[in-house]
């Protein structure tokens, strides 16, 4: 009895005072709440105020085991490089471009990690990346000479005025593409391309040449109409063109395009799959007698075999022609290697007042171990190719196919039939889907940042140029 009076006493008194009780309890909670808040803030602050002052980690990496700690400061590394990297936004007196043709994004990075020595590609290391889109990603069967016109001229091959079936020269003014190569020119600068195909490939026409079909690469697959209307292969407009003329160095292979009449050998065989130039032609001889009538007169040297290349002072010359292989220089076994022919051009086209534009096209032709090679071998002439500050450097890797303009031929011709060739080749021309890589470094390099078009790279190079695509000074 007693005890439940003892009860009932002390819960009335707790009645009492259960305001009391509230505002103790509100009380309690309100400073907690207080607490966190300012525990929160103080946390936040110190995190922003860590990851802005990356040199004062320590009291981070004190809280991770040695093992982590390791990977810890790789991270933070490679977190300071990001956070320190400026690009210079004056104007490149120099563009550097070495094109990897055959070469896609899963085809790098297998390189990257096939040695036992997993190491980074020079490229690696530059500050700015993009990818370039690629029409060939939705259109069957595709014709790679055209995203190759659309890279480098800018204007898709699609929305270009077309030359008339004469090749009337009305139309081909009108419809005259100016190139990175040409815009370089006129822009002043010394001009270059080096590729290990022929000077007649893909990538040449579109650097120098307009032709109505993209299989004219010499007259071999011109119709004798089109010629007697004065149509030109592009063999020809190297000669004759304005780009090709004012070129101070081009090298590569194609000798059975330029001229009728050449020596094989075992190592330096004709290419039945390309074009061979008619009889009577010899292209090489033009150009020495059109560069021996320059007046004032120049500097200039026609190189066919590797040992004539070795021993060519550049530094001496105004134009070098390297015609150094009957088809495409890879199929020569005895053809220079990548790196004399870079540093001869580079003794060609470097002077001390003037820029330059150089592009360097390389094929790669090999699968497994030997294609790791061969991107070390790019690795190392990328390595020699820097250096200059005021050069601005791109490295684009794609994967266009590397068709003839044989076998576009039989492709165009033998689209509706399922004959085994041509699907085949089909096929092969349906293996290029995915974007181009682009790595950048050099003044303007922050121009490729993004997915871009693939008419991109010309606007791009132009505005670097200071010039725009039409060959007119840029007013900025
Ligand atoms: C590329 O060249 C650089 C500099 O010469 C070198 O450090 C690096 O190991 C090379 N990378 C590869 C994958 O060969
Ligand atoms: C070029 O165009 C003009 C008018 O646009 C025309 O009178 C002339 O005949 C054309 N020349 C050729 C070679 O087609
Ligand atoms: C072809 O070249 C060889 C050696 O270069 C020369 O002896 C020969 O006369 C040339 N033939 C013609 C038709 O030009
Ligand atoms: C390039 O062409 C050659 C000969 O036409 C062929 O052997 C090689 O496999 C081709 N390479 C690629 C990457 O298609």
């Not at 898709?156 to 020119?185: E, F, M, T, Y």
């Not at 070098?320 to 495409?328: Q, R, S, T």
Request: with cysteine; proline share 3%.
């Amino acid at each position: 009895m007693a005890q439940s009076q003892w009860i009932k006493r002390f819960c009335f008194q707790l009645r009492l005072k259960s305001s009391q009780l509230f505002i103790i309890a509100a009380s309690v909670l309100l400073s907690l709440l207080i607490t966190l808040i300012c525990v929160g803030l103080t946390i936040r602050y110190e995190v922003s105020n860590e990851v802005a002052n990356l040199g004062d980690v320590d009291y981070w990496k004190d809280a991770v085991s040695a093992q982590q700690k390791l990977w810890y400061d790789k991270g933070i590394e490679e977190l300071k490089d990001a956070m320190a990297m400026r690009t210079s936004e004056s104007q490149p007196r120099n563009i550097q471009i070495l094109v990897i043709n055959g070469i896609d994004a899963p085809a790098l990075a297998n390189a990257r990690f096939s040695s036992s020595q997993p190491s980074n590609f020079v490229w690696d290391r530059f500050p700015h990346v993009a990818r370039i889109k690629n029409s060939c990603s939705h259109s069957s069967p595709c014709n790679a000479a055209n995203v190759i016109k659309a890279i480098w001229t800018g204007v898709p091959l699609k929305a270009a005025p077309k030359l008339d079936s004469s090749c009337g020269h009305n139309a081909s003014h009108a419809g005259q593409l100016l190139s990175v190569l040409r815009l370089a020119q006129l822009a002043g600068r010394r001009t270059g391309f080096v590729t290990n195909q022929r000077i007649t490939g893909a990538t040449a026409a579109a650097l120098y040449a307009n032709v109505a079909q993209t299989s004219w690469e010499c007259d071999g697959l011109v119709p004798v109409d089109a010629i007697e209307s004065g149509c030109e292969d592009v063999a020809q407009q190297l000669i004759s063109g304005e780009t090709g003329q004012n070129l101070n160095v081009l090298i590569g292979g194609g000798r059975q395009l330029l001229s009728a009449n050449v020596s094989t050998f075992p190592y330096d065989p004709l290419d039945e799959l390309l074009c061979r130039a008619r009889s009577g032609r010899n292209l090489l001889r033009d150009w020495l007698q059109h560069k021996l009538k320059l007046k004032p007169s120049k500097h200039f040297e026609l190189v066919q075999r590797e040992e004539q290349l070795s021993t060519v002072n550049g530094n001496s010359l105004d134009y070098l022609l390297g015609v150094l292989a009957n088809g495409d220089l890879s199929r020569n076994s005895q053809a220079p290697s990548l790196a004399i022919m870079v540093d001869k051009t580079l003794q060609v086209l470097r002077r001390p007042v003037v820029g330059h534009l150089l592009i360097v096209e390389h094929y790669v032709q090999q699968q497994g171990e030997a294609r790791v090679k061969e991107l070390q071998l790019l690795n190392a002439t990328l390595a020699n190719l820097l250096g200059p500050k005021d050069t601005l450097t791109l490295v684009l890797l794609t994967n266009a196919n590397n068709l003839s303009s044989a076998e576009t031929q039989i492709v165009s011709t033998l689209q509706e039939a399922f004959d085994e060739q041509g699907s085949h080749l089909q096929r092969r021309m349906q293996q290029m889907p995915s974007e181009s890589l682009l790595f950048a470094t050099g003044p303007k390099s922050s121009l490729f940042y993004s997915v871009h078009e693939e008419t991109y790279l010309a606007h791009a190079l132009s505005y670097a140029l200071g010039m725009d695509v039409f060959g007119r000074q840029l007013q900025l």
